[in-house]
Nanobody, 123 residues
């Protein structure tokens, strides 16, 4: 399955962006979905996830209080609202199916990462 992330762009520190994750031809209902990011020269990391059953959410400490994940099953879309963005939030953001969260790490065996969407936070 191919998940498509969109909504990235250039924003000044303190600004906001909303990312969208869609899946043409695939229903996201009941799937746990996560947002991941990869900064230049760094490994990809999970930043947030949302359950496919009870809607429970998880946030990495680095984004807690600033990012909000949500889903609209009618639109087959998962969102990531990012507020008070910081330069360290810069990176390519991807969405993927999630297997769980263990030890503060979002687990996934997703292998169709696509191109993601670039978020650049800079003045």
């Amino acid at each position: 399955v191919q998940l498509q992330a969109s909504g990235g762009g250039l924003v000044q520190p303190g600004g906001s962006l909303r990312l969208s994750c869609t899946a043409p031809g695939f229903t996201l209902d009941y799937w746990a979905i996560g947002w991941f990011r990869q900064a230049p020269g760094k490994e990809r990391e999970g930043v947030s996830s949302i359950s496919g059953t009870d809607g429970s959410t998880y946030y990495a400490d680095s984004v807690k209080g600033r990012f909000a994940i949500s889903r609209d099953n009618a639109k087959n879309t998962v969102y990531l609202q990012m507020n008070n963005l910081k330069p360290e939030d810069t990176g390519v953001y991807y969405c993927a199916t999630v297997d769980g969260v263990v030890g503060g790490k979002i687990l996934t065996d997703f292998d169709s990462w696509g191109q993601g969407t670039l978020v650049t936070v800079s003045s």
